[in-house]
């Protein structure tokens, strides 16, 4: 069949797609795209993969794709990073008979234009491209036009800079990706600020785009394009249960069931850390089937008209989105120039400690991190060090290492034997009576035990 292009592949290869699952790293997996599927995605993306190592690694195509397909999942879209055109294509000839388009993630703007031309001359399945937006409209706009005249058949737009992720990432731009959508003659994706069914027509009627593409948004609503915002262990439960059909890696599950639970685990904390300690898929079902029946004495318990707590609009066992709060610039003044962390330890609210070393003492709750409840160690004499406590030399291992050498001694505190090593080698010598001695014995001699050493040493 020859191969589609722009419009027509979008209405007949991808079915006209609007509701798109976005490339997570270790989160859209088989499971949670068919998943997905049930509840109204018509399009999903694989994880992002590394073109180089999809190359050159059997075992990193078998686990990320060939055994990460079925007949239920498609229309497919692998997508790939690369910097070289030529290992992209490699990565794309190997993955385009599990598929229905190559994309590109664009975080890389080196060769962009050869990569995508070179992919779409060799291919037997279109190129399609996702990228971010500059804060520039027009300089986005002819990025874009770049991209179509080197073959890109569908253009996913990110309304966000690269600079604007994690806390930093604030409101994507829909002004961008509409001037985009007027520039081009291809398909136009639209990504960011997709939190509900209404946010996707909305972005469709603002931008004219053919289709809105979730990530954050789907992955603690599933259910997100059917326009339901269903109780947590609905969805919970039945990807389970795919789960179990399809296997993935018990880190994709648990990271789902944190999204999913997020705003529940807020409230039952205790169960938070159990659901990071759990080691097999039927313990993560056990604290979900745990949550779900706190949930319903959390219910039980409800009084009649009460509201959600917080800004939350609904209760925290259903489906809602996580709204990270936008960047601050006057953050630091409103605090005094202190940093969140400095308030916290103010206020008690995490007793000084980071996220990482509250986790650490869970699982030790002898371990401080107080320097002033440390224990002193004695310096080593030379470099300032902590010194060996078992040290001959009063050293740490690196200078004794240093002076036992020089000076052919042991130190059995460190593990260092140069005298009695070479006082075996001297004795083994004079028991072959056929093995000729040379003229100089001892640590210093030509070819001898310290000439050897040293050059192991070097």
């Known amino acids: 069949m020859p191969k589609l292009q722009g419009f027509e592949f979008w209405s007949r290869t991808l079915g006209g797609a609007r509701h798109v699952v976005a490339p997570m790293v270790d989160q859209s997996e088989l499971a949670w795209r068919l998943l997905s599927r049930r509840h109204g995605a018509q399009l999903c993306y694989t994880p992002m993969l590394h073109a180089q190592v999809f190359v050159r690694d059997a075992n990193y195509r078998k686990e990320n794709l060939y055994c990460e397909v079925c007949p239920e999942d498609r229309p497919l879209i692998v997508q790939f990073c690369a910097n070289d055109p030529e290992v992209f294509v490699q990565a794309a000839l190997l993955a385009q008979d599990y598929c229905d388009a190559i994309d590109l993630n664009l975080g ?10 070179l992919a779409h001359e060799k291919l037997s399945v279109p190129v399609t491209c996702k990228i971010r937006v500059f804060p520039e409209i027009d300089k986005t706009v002819r990025y874009a036009q770049m991209l179509e005249k080197a073959g890109c058949q569908l253009l996913t737009v990110h309304g966000r800079t690269k600079e604007q992720k994690g806390p930093l990432s604030g409101a994507a731009s829909w002004e ?5 959508r007027k520039a081009v003659a291809i398909p136009v994706f639209a990504n960011g600020n997709i939190q509900c069914l209404q946010d996707v027509e909305r972005c469709i009627q603002d931008t004219g785009v053919q289709g809105v593409m979730s990530a954050e948004g789907n992955l603690h609503n599933p259910a997100l394009f059917e326009g339901r915002s269903p109780a947590v262990w609905e969805l919970a439960e039945e990807y389970l249960d795919i789960v179990r059909q399809h296997p993935c890696p018990l880190s994709c599950v648990r990271a789902h069931l944190f999204k999913l639970w997020h705003h529940t685990l807020q409230v039952h904390q205790q169960l938070r850390e159990e659901l990071a300690r759990v080691k097999t898929l039927e313990g993560i079902a056990a604290v979900s089937r745990a949550l779900k029946l706190r949930c319903q004495e959390d219910m039980s318990r409800q009084e009649e008209g009460a509201r959600p707590t917080g800004d939350l609009p609904f209760f925290h ?17 409103s605090s005094g120039g202190r940093s969140k962390r400095a308030l916290e330890e103010e206020e008690g609210g995490t007793d000084g400690l980071s996220k990482n070393k509250q986790k650490k003492q869970l699982r030790n709750p002898h371990k401080t991190f107080n320097p002033c409840l440390k224990p002193k160690y004695a ?3 030379q470099c300032g060090n902590p010194k060996g406590n078992r040290c001959v030399f009063n050293l740490c291992r690196g200078c004794c290492k240093k002076r036992a050498f020089r000076e052919t001694a042991d130190c059995p505190g460190h593990g260092l034997l140069f005298k009695t090593k070479l006082e075996k080698s001297l ?5 072959q009576p056929g093995l000729q001695e040379p003229p100089q014995t001892g640590p210093g001699a030509p070819g001898g035990f310290s000439e050897v050493v040293g050059s192991a040493l070097a």
């Open 317 to 333: 066992w259903i489906c809602q989105p996580c709204v990270r709060p936008g960047p601050k610039e006057s953050t630091k003044e």
């Open 379 to 381: 310096k080593c004499d």
């Open 176 to 180: 961008h990706i509409k001037a985009v």
């Open 427 to 431: 004795t083994w010598k004079g028991t």
């Open 108 to 117: 890389c703007p080196q060769m962009i234009a050869k990569r995508v031309l």
